[in-house]
């Protein structure tokens, strides 16, 4: 794996002494190369696989996955959370944070950092709001730019993974011939 970005770094070493990270219970950040549950397609069935309209969704999920390096998985909320290296192999440095949800949808989250991205993400409710997470995330020495989460910038990319994603999937049902 590319270099390491340092907040995530922290939260690693904390997940390998069991200690707890800020967000979730649920959270576990994954391996290198681990793959979250999210991408599973086990659950599909023969005539799914037989649907050209699944087969095609099914498949821009997968490619547009790939593009993304996976790095933490919410098991009680079935997402899963990375960075978008996207088309042009983005740096992770400078990679925006991507969420997947268990329907298959991607989301460009805000913030510069993992950390910044899922303290938004969950500020929205946990007991202590954004600015209990920002203090815990302070606390283990890993920086957010801001203690407002309306100043977190958005993510500015192009594509954005739900749009690749959406590409994709045009390309592969119409090259299906039933697009």
Known sequence: MPMVPED???????????????????????ADDELPAALDTGYLTAADLANPDIVANV??????AALITWVAED?????AFGYWRGPDDL?????PVVGLDN????????????????????GQW???????????????GVT???DDPDELPEP????????????????LLASSGTG
């Open 8 to 30: 995530l770094a922290v939260w690693r070493s904390r997940q390998e002494t069991g200690a707890s990270n800020p967000w979730s219970d649920g959270l576990r950040l994954l």
């Open 156 to 171: 500015a990319v192009s594509p954005a993974p739900a749009e690749h994603h959406v590409a994709r999937y045009r390309e």
């Open 144 to 146: 957010i730019s801001t």
């Open 59 to 64: 498949r821009a999920i997968e490619e547009t």
């Open 126 to 140: 946990a007991d202590e709001g954004y600015a209990g997470l920002v203090a815990l995330c302070r606390a283990q």
């Open 91 to 95: 740096p992770l440095a400078s990679a």
């Open 75 to 79: 098991e009680d909320e079935g997402r």
């Open 103 to 122: 329907e298959g949808q991607f989301q460009l989250l805000r913030g510069t950092t993992l950390s910044e991205a899922l303290s938004d993400e969950y």
